[in-house]
């Protein structure tokens, strides 16, 4: 079924030669560090090291049929070696194939310029940070869960929401709607498009209103969702959000924003030492995000930001989190994941952020940054160099953790990541 | 396929003779007028050197739509390959830069460079409505008689990449021939010669802009324009919200 699925694509683009292509192609080779139990639940922990090999393809292609019409999209595909990314689970079938048409929608320029019209598979983006992102109210996260170098909360490759969305715009003032359906279907059925495109849980609409005022650029947004009948959450909720971001003279960019939603669930811990969870809905969470940009000299630029999530822990609600963590660990991480079910390093609520890059030739990139969890405090950094000719790329990175056993890095099982990536551009 | 209208150059020189008598800013101001298309479009490359070894090529394809109270410029790199996609909006100070496979613009500072010694708003630049003029004397270049402006930057103006400038103006024609870039510290950023003048759509444009780092005389980037058109979209298409929705086109 896989090759069926891959050879309709490859069909369809074989079948438009008029479509405009170009395409990625990512090699990545990541030997990593974690901490597993050396016998049964309770032995003492040692060092294990695991290599995932990943290779991406993504072909993009538009087309414009008449002068008001764009059709665009982009297909992605994904061999991994170790798709749990985890050597306490190696999967029986290490070889894995996932694929997924990531965006594919069709343009219509109602008024050119003014008023357009989208519909298909789209990325729904509004967020200006960086490494915490409080406006991307719907978000997927990374395609295939491939390690990235450095904690961009963009993804690299992200599957769009398959909807429809009005633009128009005014002036310097911008109106936008997109609403997407709930998709559903059987586990059957899923086995098979589950290579095309993902399941959706939820009716969503989003309104977006943006302002370029004097300088600045303002938004707010906005997002219901529902289940609707047949869920197993059928309510409506809602989530909103304003952002701000500037320029301070010639070097300084700055951004801001807060997001509030009715009502979140998470997982949390009822028993560190029994290692029991319960699900729990946080009402009224805030997500907050402020940072800068600075352009130390035309080669060097410093990114600084702070974001808080109002759905993370805090407090012995925190403390419980890490010690479960920590046990959990010891017995074999067999219970749920408390403190990586938002992702990595986002547990608890206030965080910063670090960045510093530096052209050092026209082609050759070095960068170093810094993630800091300000309630233990520990950290996690990384340092990497990147060569990007016209064809291809290369680049390196390591990571690292720090931090005690009491800490979130310490109560990671993750000790280091070395990355190789190889890009290849056609 | 590049169009382009020739123009008779003695209207050019005529005007020019005739605007010799008038005030320093309506002479810069013409000197920006006949060098800049409004609605231009164009296809640009910018070759980076150090020394005589090539370090990095881009193509772009642009348009620009002059402002009342600033010029907004829309580009789409075309190559090299591991740029191909991406777009940039420059709004008066503000410049936004679309990746591939993104719907959100990020928002850079003015300073951020296209490639090598070349700024996003070095491609199409405009003086007199960003700058005051503190003097004009009389001047040469390249052994030309020219109008020697130097140049502070408006208060009321966001855009600041520069905060003086010099520039020479050759009498005659009033092309513009060189010019220095500084920052606020006096600093000299880079230099820039404007060469290869030709008739493009009414206007006299130089086709090549050579860009000299100030610090490093033997890093320069040359931007040549291959292409220049005139192709009119709709002012709201140089918006931030639009860049996701912008379909480029070569330049007619």
Known sequence: MKAVVISLALAAVIAFPALALEGEIDVDATPSATLVPMGPPGSSLVQAEATRMTSQLAVSGHVSPADSLTASGTAWGLLDTLPDYNPLDVPGNRLALSSRLLQADVSWQIIPGELIWDTGKQIIHPSSGFFRTPLNLISRGAAGNVPQQIPAAAPQWEEGWIGTRFLWIVGDVSFEDFFAPRLVWSSDVDSALGYVTSQQDDFLDQVRIQAHVGGVDLQAVGLLSTGGPGSPDPAIHGQAGLGVDTNIGDRLTVRGEASLADSLSRLTVTDPVLLTTTSQDVPWVVRAMAGLTWSISTKTSLILEYGYDGLGFAGSAYADAIQYSRNRMEAGGSAPDVLGQFGSFQAGQHYAFARLARNITDLLTAQGWVEVNLQDPSAMDGVGLSVTNDGWGLSGSITNTWGGSGTEAGASPFLWQLDIELKLFF | ?252
């Open chain 2, 1 to 252: 396929m590049k169009r382009i209208i020739v123009i008779a150059l003695p209207l050019v020189l005529l005007s020019a003779r005739v605007l010799s008598a008038q005030a320093p800013a309506e002479i810069l101001a013409q000197s920006d007028q006949l060098r800049t298309i409004d609605n231009m479009s164009f296809q640009v490359n910018l070759s980076s050197y150090d020394g005589s070894q090539v370090t990095d090529t881009v193509k772009l394809w642009g348009s620009l739509k002059i402002g009342q109270d600033h010029n907004r410029v829309l580009m789409y790199f075309v190559e090299p390959a591991s740029d191909r996609g991406r777009k940039l909006l420059v709004d008066g100070d503000a410049v936004y830069l679309l990746f591939v496979r993104t719907t959100n613009p990020i928002r850079l500072s003015p300073l951020e460079v296209l490639t090598g010694q070349a700024s996003d708003g070095d491609v199409v630049r405009t003086f007199a409505r960003d700058y005051d003029i503190e003097s004009m004397s009389d001047g040469t270049q390249d052994g030309k008689p020219a109008y020697h402006f130097s140049l502070a930057a408006k208060e009321s103006v966001g855009d600041t990449s520069y905060k003086r400038v010099q520039l020479w103006v050759e009498k005659s024609t009033l092309r513009l021939l060189y010019a220095e870039f500084y920052a606020a510290s006096g600093v000299l950023l880079k230099k820039a010669y404007y060469r290869d003048y030709r008739q493009a759509m009414g206007k006299d444009v130089p086709f090549t802009v050579e860009v000299f780092a100030g610090d490093d005389a033997g890093k320069r980037t040359v931007m040549s324009f291959d292409k220049v058109g005139r192709r009119t979209l709709p002012a709201t298409e140089f918006a931030r919200s639009y860049l996701s929705s912008w379909n480029p086109e070569p330049p007619q």
